[in-house]
């Protein structure tokens, strides 16, 4: 059985193909203006290294911001299920989700078979979302890709006040002009957003074991501030970002058979 998985997120399209289980390929755009465009060439991108044509797909299902766009998807399903779909496949130990995004947090707890008990959403503020480390990443004349290994070189902790993004990029100027190093300022930012992850996650309840997914799950800096709030390791996958199109493919999948 061949199925896929399509994850439309607020910056990025990805989309995994399945077979019997076993991923076969994946493919990922940046979003961009014509979703659906986007979408369809992830799509054949995914299916030309999978060596699969699109009639072998018995099931597609999207999750993401942008799951009702994909007016070719055979069904949908939320992000929260997709992610706790996906982290229970990849680490059965798992009964806490935390997947942080480009444009939102959220925090679930989820049953041996991945259904989702409960969960919680920060989509009101950017400092509990990837754009936030992007954009003090940007004050700071650092690449994103940079932030993690240099938030791990800080020797201290530097105390972050504001917890709105807005006021937290004054906030890093003023430290610029202070003389702060880059370092500690960017460590400063990981730990003000763990804060705001780690707060969530305690109101859904936090179940070992503890699995972070999402773009942000790369990186390093972050996992150690975040880590560090909820006194655990966490189980990190080698592709975060893929997560939910994992999730929707293993749901496809299910339905399929079902169907």
Do not use: W
């Not at 399903?77 to 496949?89: F, L, Q, R």
């Not at 954009?135 to 201290?156: F, N, V």
């Not at 969530?200 to 560090?228: N, S």
């Amino acid at each position: 059985m061949i199925t896929a998985g399509i994850d439309g997120g607020a910056r990025a399209i990805k989309v995994l193909i399945l077979r019997d289980g076993k991923q076969l390929a994946r493919s990922s755009a940046l979003t961009g203006f014509d979703q659906q465009a986007t979408v369809t060439q992830a799509l054949e991108s995914a299916l030309q290294q999978a060596g699969v044509a699109r009639e072998e797909l018995q099931h597609i299902t999207a999750t993401g911001i942008g799951r009702k766009a994909i007016s070719f998807a055979d069904s949908e399903v939320t992000e929260m299920s997709a992610d706790a779909k996906a982290t229970v496949s990849l680490f059965p130990q798992a009964r806490t989700v935390i997947d942080v995004g480009a444009e939102e947090g959220r925090a679930i707890r989820c049953e041996p078979d991945g259904r989702v008990k409960d969960f919680a959403v920060n989509e009101k503020c950017a400092a509990g979302a990837g754009t936030f480390v992007e954009t003090m990443a940007r004050t700071l004349e650092i690449k994103l890709e940079e932030a993690g290994a240099l938030s791990l070189k800080a020797e201290k902790v530097i105390p972050m006040n504001a917890q709105c993004a807005v006021f937290a990029e004054s906030e890093v100027v003023s430290l610029i002009h202070s003389g702060t190093a880059k370092e500690e300022i960017i460590r400063a930012v990981h730990e003000a957003m763990a804060d705001r992850i780690s707060a969530m996650a305690r109101r859904v309840g936090i179940e070992r074991e503890v699995a972070l997914v999402g773009g942000v799950g790369r990186d390093a800096g972050f996992i150690k501030a975040l880590a560090g709030k909820l006194g655990m390791e966490l189980f990190v996958p080698m592709e975060p970002e893929f997560a939910g199109a994992l999730g929707a493919a293993l749901i496809a999948a299910e339905r399929a058979r079902a169907s």
